[in-house]
């Protein structure tokens, strides 16, 4: 190519290349969602009474050949995550051993926090009080135990079993990959049951069902979105309600999408995202404050008190007797598969901040810290709702049923400054929706793409293409039935991932039996290395071996010493182990380099030393130079600098938390025959 013509080409990239850079795309699990997409949106759009008809029918064989797999695979999942943080198990880090959390449990807290809010929860906290207590599932409509009932199933459906779904997916993908350093993608949760065959069709079929699931969840939020918001700017502004107003604002969730993906206003949006925490507890605050705030409070109590009470019997109701089958596709399993679907998404965030967090702190935070925040939502606006209905308004009861978008903004217009309520629940209820779609284009540009590392993500272009999916596939869906479509489809797409979701438990538990086998094989091998400790003398002047000792734990070397030292004693003594386990017959080999493999580093030169076996559950013995605050005694400081090297052991499981520094070259020997020994037991009790 001539350098006319070069010039170009590398302009064109210099402009343009920010897009189409990123990690390469997994091409099978890409193409075979788009097309399911592009067929579902296309077939509502062509024919959309055809598509109704399908749909319906579908849910109904669903709800009768399926129903009772939802609800015991919500149950199943629940019990699973409590007991994985109740049991050894709970120990465990989401990353090495000596891994810590990357944020503060304040932080961590407040993200949390923030998981749990969405538009969907506005327009549900009176809706489906409302419906529950004037058409509820079992005894007569607006009685007092109808009115119990009816806020404590918004809890329910909104509840803990949701909530150990996404409990689930954050633990299976943040375990895999920050722990076993696995691609971030549903398919290595299948990795221990399957092994390398999750590289091929099996790994692309899992993640296809990841990737549909996620769409038609986020397409329902977004047009349950759309549909709220358009009701709120119709009261504020007059603007029309109907497909043409929700179409564009679509269209606005899809352009900020883009506008996000290609000039990099994340840290913007994560702000307006916390901005929305603060300002939806305003909300609900000023609903409490100036409403009957002794009523609302004391129905609080109660909620959750028959929230606990009759937790266990509505877990595992499926109405066999009564054969509620519509109030079940349009409220239970409806939800349950909403949960399924963003199963993958909310999983993805939550294991992404929750690094270094062992699995009783993610599961305890995850079940415990967003729920709070959905008790109170819904309680306070939901028996602010009741309240209003008993005290005889069966106008905004009707209305309600009628139109569920309308009777949150109903519903403020009760409360002292009720206009500028108003407008403040359609700002938070339009950032929580924009933050949405941004947010699921680019989890599933990631679930479709190959990456590198858990911190990176997918191409600008890519998370462009699949936010103008999920916008084409919210229209498409919104013209063929509106919400009731998007609750039906729901219901179906989620059916295939829910099958995923029991081979992620079984891969889950798998892999953390393993990791139990190999605790227990330290223990069995610990014998033997306290045997093979004592003893030694130096192997230049024969001096007692705890003088060495005593000297090493007083002397706090620099990076350049502890350089020199790994390259002198430690990997010399790594080559001796070499040479002698290539005589037993067992590949291995020594590799080298700088910064810590398994976490980000700042500079990224700290060097390292690593011997392992080549097979498929392979002995792994780094030494890995790092940095520490001199120790203290006394309130001063030993020796003359405040920070000093280690040479730090990381096996398979992690940091150590032991220094080699100072060992001869036979100390160094025998420490990593300690822990091959401590592998071999390992491998006898797999």
């Not at 759309?226 to 604002?249: D, M, P, R, S």
């Not at 028959?306 to 596709?329: G, H, I, K």
């Not at 479509?485 to 538990?509: D, K």
């Not at 004693?569 to 017959?585: F, H, K, S, Y």
């Amino acid at each position: 190519m001539s350098a006319e013509t070069a010039e170009p080409t590398k302009a064109t990239r210099r402009r343009w290349g920010f897009l189409t850079e990123g990690p390469p795309v997994r091409m099978p699990v890409f193409a075979s969602s788009v097309i399911g997409v592009l067929a579902m949106a296309i077939w509502a759009i062509w024919a959309p009474d055809q598509a109704e008809a399908v749909i319906g029918d579908a849910v109904g064989w669903i709800v009768g050949a399926f129903g009772w797999f939802y609800i015991a695979l919500l149950t199943a999942v629940l019990v699973f995550v409590i007991y994985l943080a109740v049991s050894r198990y709970g120990l465990i880090r989401l990353g090495p051993d000596h891994s810590k959390p990357e944020f503060s449990t304040f932080s961590w807290a407040s993200m949390l926090f923030a998981a749990g809010i969405g538009t969907d929860v506005m327009f549900f906290a009176v809706a489906e009080p409302v419906s529950q207590y004037m058409q509820p599932p079992a005894g007569d409509p607006q009685t007092i135990e109808a009115a119990r009932d009816a806020t404590v199933w918004t809890l329910f459906h909104y509840g803990l079993s949701g909530w150990g779904l996404y409990a689930l997916m954050g633990l299976a993908l943040g375990y895999f990959t920050y722990r076993l350093n696995l691609p971030l993608a549903v398919r290595s949760a299948l990795y221990p049951i399957f092994g390398r065959r999750v590289e091929g069709a099996l790994g692309h079929t899992v993640d296809t069902a990841a990737v549909l699931g996620t769409i038609f969840g986020v397409a329902t939020s977004l047009g349950i979105g759309v549909v709220f918001l358009n009701q709120g700017l119709n009261i504020l502004f007059g603007t029309a309600v109907g497909l043409g107003a929700q179409i564009a604002l679509v269209v606005l969730a899809v352009a900020m999408a883009a506008i996000s993906a290609t000039t990099g206003v994340d840290k913007g949006i994560r702000f307006l995202s916390q901005l929305n925490v603060i300002l939806a507890l305003g909300l609900a605050g000023w609903v409490l404050v100036t409403g009957r705030t002794g009523f609302i409070l004391n129905a609080v109590v109660l909620n959750i008190g028959d929230y606990v009470q009759t937790f266990a019997s509505r877990t595992m109701q499926t109405f066999a007797f009564s054969n509620e089958t519509e109030w079940m596709s349009l409220w239970t399993l409806f939800f349950w598969a909403w949960w399924v679907a963003w199963a993958s998404f909310v999983g993805l965030f939550l294991a992404r901040i929750s690094r270094g967090r062992t699995i009783r702190q993610f599961v305890a935070g995850t079940m415990i810290i967003p729920f709070t925040y959905i008790v109170m939502w819904i309680s306070i606006f939901g028996n602010a709702a009741l309240e209003r209905i008993r005290n005889g308004d069966m106008a905004f009861a009707d209305q309600a049923l009628a139109s569920p978008e309308a009777g949150f903004y109903s519903l403020l217009e009760d409360y002292p400054l009720s206009g500028i309520v108003i407008a403040l629940s359609v700002f938070v209820g339009l950032l929580f929706y924009v933050t949405s779609a941004d947010s699921g284009a680019l989890v599933m540009a990631n679930l479709s793409s190959k990456l590198g590392s858990a911190q990176e993500d997918a191409a600008p272009w890519l998370r462009i293409v699949w936010a103008a999916a999920t916008g084409l596939l919210t229209i498409a869906v919104l013209a063929v039935g509106g919400i009731f479509a998007l609750q039906y489809a729901t219901v179906i797409f989620g059916l295939p991932f829910s099958f995923v979701v029991i081979l992620v438990m079984l891969g889950l538990l798998k892999a953390l039996r393993v990791e139990g086998r190999r605790t227990d094989s330290g223990a069995h091998a610990l014998p033997t290395m306290l045997s093979a400790r004592g003893g030694f003398e130096d192997e230049k002047d024969h001096a007692p071996s705890w003088r060495r000792r005593l000297a090493r734990s007083v002397s706090f070397v620099d990076i350049d010493e502890a350089s020199s030292y790994l390259e002198s004693v430690v990997r010399p003594a790594l080559t001796e182990v070499i040479g002698g386990l290539e005589a037993e017959a067992v590949a291995a080999e020594i590799t080298a380099g700088a910064g810590d493999p398994d976490e980000e580093s700042e500079d990224g030169q700290l060097p390292w030393v690593e011997l392992h076996t080549i097979a498929d559950d392979p002995f792994v013995y780094r030494v890995q130079v790092s940095e520490s605050p001199v120790p203290t005694y006394g309130g001063r400081m030993i020796g003359d600098r405040d920070q000093y090297a280690r040479l730090e052991v990381h096996t398979v499981g992690g940091g150590q938390d032991y220094d080699v520094m100072g060992y001869t070259r036979g100390q160094v020997i025998h420490d990593c025959l300690d822990q091959y020994e401590r592998h071999l037991e390992f491998l006898r009790l797999a």
